[in-house]
């Protein structure tokens, strides 16, 4: 093991389970005094030196209590981060090109406030493959800004944007702060166990032929048994035929409205890889099968998803829904 490894690894010893709450003691928030703290004490040599020389007594008085403001914002900086309590939160899927949201929850069990804290991601490496069981690392995003009131707690979300499907995760995360008088900058190191799983970009395509009549409840004419339910939102596998023209014409701004009818067959969907155009990148096939998915939950409509190597059975709804979109995340092909 190299000495920066070694370092490393010493310097993160507290790394979190993603789970646990973690709580900044002592030996995990380091200080330094900024340019502006910097400067501020080369004023104070060069006071105390012109005091000395000219033996001002008030010149002394002055650098001394000076430099005790200077300390005592020092032991203030410190304070603001030393005893918070840092809990990592559930982070929801997102699609790719979206931005996903991890959530830190910042604990404060003192009677003073916490203020001026800032979180950012810091070193991020560049993203790896895709795939099942394989991570990817997002870009660093401007840094969050978080007050936390006395004896409450408040909730930080690092944006990361999601570039492409499959686990994101979170890299080494920074707090730190100036406060209150920016001559210090105390900061900790955080490394939460948190991922995003990002779901491939969906893509507007037809769906496939239905293996079933259209059932009464998605779209269809107003004959036979079907009695109309109202109306809906056109989505791209929707026939032009099925449009209510009339009811949408009264609202030109409004999206294009499709009858929907109560009653009739049941439609169900295929929504296999081998219907995809072959000749298109796998990635872009697997974003045309998560745009069918979303368009047949639309739908209401059952739908299996067959894919190489395994798939899902026909189902409905919004479990069915993840469990085919997680699928496509962590396809491996």
């Known amino acids: 093991m190299t000495l920066l490894a070694a370092l490393r690894q010493r310097l993160f010893r507290w790394q979190s389970d993603g789970a646990a709450s973690t709580r900044l003691g002592q030996r995990r928030v380091f200080i330094l005094p900024t340019r502006a703290g910097l400067l501020f004490a080369v004023a104070l040599v060069v006071m ?3 005091a000395i020389n000219y033996t001002l007594a008030l010149g002394h008085a ?3 209590l000076l430099a005790g403001i200077g300390i005592n914002g020092m032991v203030h900086t410190f304070r603001n981060l030393h005893g918070l309590v840092i ?3 559930r982070c929801e899927p997102v699609f790719a090109g979206e931005t ?3 959530p830190l929850r910042l ?3 003192r009677n003073e406030p916490r203020l001026a804290l800032e979180l950012e991601v810091i070193s991020p490496p560049a993203p790896r493959s895709r795939g099942k069981g394989i991570f990817q690392r997002g870009a660093a995003a401007e840094p969050t800004r978080v007050d936390i009131a006395p004896s409450a707690t408040a909730l930080a979300s690092l944006p990361l944007p999601a570039r492409q499907r499959g686990w994101l995760v979170l890299p080494r995360v920074r707090l730190w702060t100036r406060y209150p008088l920016g001559f210090f900058r105390a900061w900790s190191y955080l490394q939460p166990e948190m991922r995003c799983l990002v779901y491939p970009a969906p893509l507007d395509s037809p769906l496939p032929p239905a293996s079933s009549t259209l059932r009464g409840g998605e779209y269809g004419s107003a004959g036979g048994d079907e009695d109309f339910a109202g109306f809906r939102p056109r989505q791209p596998a929707d026939s032009p035929r099925h449009v ?3 009811a949408s014409a009264r609202a030109p701004a409004q999206p294009l409205q499709v009858k929907q009818f109560a009653g009739g067959a049941e439609l169900e969907l ?4 081998a219907l995809t155009d072959p000749a298109l990148p796998p990635e872009s096939r697997l974003s045309i099968l998560t745009g069918w998915v979303l368009a047949a939950d639309a739908l209401g409509a059952r739908y299996a998803l067959l894919l190489p190597g395994g798939g899902i059975p026909l189902g409905a709804g919004g479990e069915h829904r993840r469990r085919c979109l997680e699928t496509l995340a962590l396809a491996d092909l």
């Open 48 to 50: 105390l030196i012109g």
């Open 270 to 273: 295929r929504l296999d890889w």
């Open 100 to 102: 996903a949201h991890f």
């Open 62 to 64: 002055l650098v001394f």
């Open 107 to 109: 604990g404060n069990d």
């Open 244 to 246: 209510a023209w009339k």
């Open 87 to 89: 809990t990592p939160g």
